[in-house]
């Protein structure tokens, strides 16, 4: 689409989700194929895998008047976990899912042109089977977000 800002808006929205206390490594992408030697740096060691993907879910496009455009999208955060001594690992998800949950209920501006249009919803943390390999909690996010540009 000629216009969208939607590139912008998820690195935006990607240096807020990191100021949160408890995130890191956050990706504007999903990381399903990546070369053995950046695993660690992805994804973290396989005793510590704690990392999230954000990436456009839906978008639809209105049309204003003239050469508006307003667009709906709606950011899918997915949060990686590793499952440890459960009476550890699972408040800790749950004390991030809280934080982030915060930060983005109190934030509405992303760049000056979106906002989020709702408050962010969330599946809370299941247990998941990463690659076959990584057993992990996984954390659903659903932020929705619109855009307003002109098309010329």
């Given at each position: 689409m000629a216009g969208s800002q939607i590139t912008t808006i998820l690195t935006n929205v990607a240096t807020v989700l990191a100021s949160v206390t408890g995130v890191q490594r956050v990706h504007p992408y999903e990381p399903v194929a990546t070369k053995p030697e950046n695993v660690v740096a992805i994804m973290g060691g396989s005793q510590a895998v704690d990392y999230w993907s954000l990436i456009p879910e839906t978008t639809r496009p209105h049309r204003l008047q003239g050469f508006q455009m307003e667009v709906d999208h709606v950011l899918l955060f997915q949060h990686y976990y590793e499952v440890g001594d459960t009476t550890i690992s699972t408040p800790a998800v749950r004390t991030i899912v809280l934080a982030v949950l915060d930060k983005f209920n109190n934030t509405f501006a992303i760049v000056p042109?979106?906002?989020?249009?709702?408050?962010?919803?969330?599946?809370?943390?299941?247990?998941?089977?990463?690659?076959?390999?990584?057993?992990?909690?996984?954390?659903v996010y659903r932020l929705p977000v619109k855009?307003?540009?002109?098309?010329?």
């Open positions: 042109q979106a906002e989020m249009t709702g408050p962010i919803d969330v599946d809370w943390p299941t247990v998941w089977r990463l690659a076959d390999i990584f057993l992990v909690h996984k954390t855009e307003l540009y002109v098309v010329q």
